[in-house]
């Protein structure tokens, strides 16, 4: 029986037996391969069960086209979403479709979507709130095929998703932008823990109380890095753009808020602004730090190393945070739409939605699997606390900067932190920035 089935796969998958014909009646197969019936029946499941070929009463055994799906992600994915965990269960569910991950950098350059799905790379790719809002600028979009969206996705990822009426991407998981903090040094220090009426200047103030020269920070916060902090400042600062049709970005706000985050890195207690995001990290898995501007995707690398907990974000005059997603999105000229179709379909199924919410802390994007289940792994005591503060989330797209815009307003920070620029020459800068934003949407009738 065993020469038989690897006989069978051989002839498979070297194409003696072309996807959509049929192998030979059981009959002929036993007397051929001289073994019984009952053990021609355990072959041919065996192959099934491989997704080789499909058993259908009364016809015969269909040859199976055994199709590859190239799925482009960062590899943080591995974390944020067990995505072995997924893979190892879509492989399972549907063995004629290989999946086959090909990391891709994150500090790729702004055309991602449109360069790396448009060049034949993927048949499915790993979208964000950055790459999406970059491709939807553009008018880029078309490359992606459109998925219907679950009945149960939150209110506003399907606001961040829906163009036209249409989403070019299905979201797994999202997550604010939060206050991570180690209780224990709260105590130690005989100070409250961090709550939803926390300003900065509380912060700054406990942060001080909380550094131990030499030994311990109290807080951290990558401004410099990336697009997904400084703008929460900005946003908190910022006149609330959600309902006013005419509004536009202000220079005057913009420059407030850089010069605010400088003043938060520059304060006393507050990690050096030069360490990366993963020292910053490491500095408060070994309790070196007592509080992290962070994600719900990032506590998936703290584990149980230290006790910690999270807060909401503390503001300045409003209190609002950034709202983060990642999701998949289909190439429309895929050769394999069809399988490439079923593996995004599979991954924010209700099946594949609980996997992420029992072994993560990432945030699923259903919200039926958000409430069905709890986290396996150790969770932070106020886990739940991302449901309370739905109403402080803002995103980028609502407040009117382009993909462009954003790269260049945070080009400045540095330069200002630094300062070899001063107040008078940002805010002409951004001035500047703004006005070339307003005259590229006009004349793109945007």
Known sequence: MNEMIAALRRDIESGVYAPGSFLPSEERLAEQFEVSYKSVAKALDQLAAEGLLVKIRRVGSKVVKKETVHFGFHDTMYRDVDLASLL??????????????????????????????????????????????????????????PVRLADDTYPFLREELLVDGVSYALPLVFSPVILAYNPEHFREAGLPEPDSGWTWERMLEAAAQLTKPGGRYGFAASFLAGNNRWPAIWMQLAS???????????AEELAAALTYCCGLMKADGV???FLDVSTMQSLFA????????????????????????????????????????????????????????????FMSSPEAQAVIRRNTLSIPGSAVAAGASEPKVHKPERYHLYR?????????????????????????????????????????????LLDRQEAERTASGG
């Open 388 to 432: 309370e503060i739905i109403p402080s989330y803002r995103s980028h797209r609502q407040y009117g900067l382009s993909h462009e815009t954003i790269e260049a307003v945070r080009e400045l920070l540095p330069l200002l932190y630094s300062g070899l620029i001063g107040d008078a020459e940002l805010r002409v800068r951004l001035a500047e």
């Open 240 to 250: 609330d753009p959600l309902h006013s049709s005419g509004w536009r970005p202000e």
């Open 271 to 273: 990690v050096p602004s």
């Open 286 to 345: 070994e309790g070196k730090l007592s509080m992290l501007m962070t994600t719900y995707f990032l506590l998936n690398g703290l584990g149980d190393k230290i006790p910690y907990d999270i807060a909401p974000l503390p503001y300045v005059t409003k209190p609002r945070t950034m709202l983060l997603w990642i999701g998949l999105s289909i190439y429309r000229k895929t050769a394999v739409p069809e399988a490439a179709r079923t593996f995004v379909e």
């Open 88 to 145: 190892a269960l879509f492989h399972q569910e549907h063995p004629h479709i290989e999946i086959r991950p090909v990391a891709i950098s994150q500090n790729y350059a702004s055309d991602t979507i449109d360069d790396l799905m448009t060049s034949g790379r993927f048949d499915v790719m790993m979208t964000n709130h950055i790459y999406y809002q970059h491709a939807r600028e553009r008018n880029r979009l078309n490359v992606l095929e």
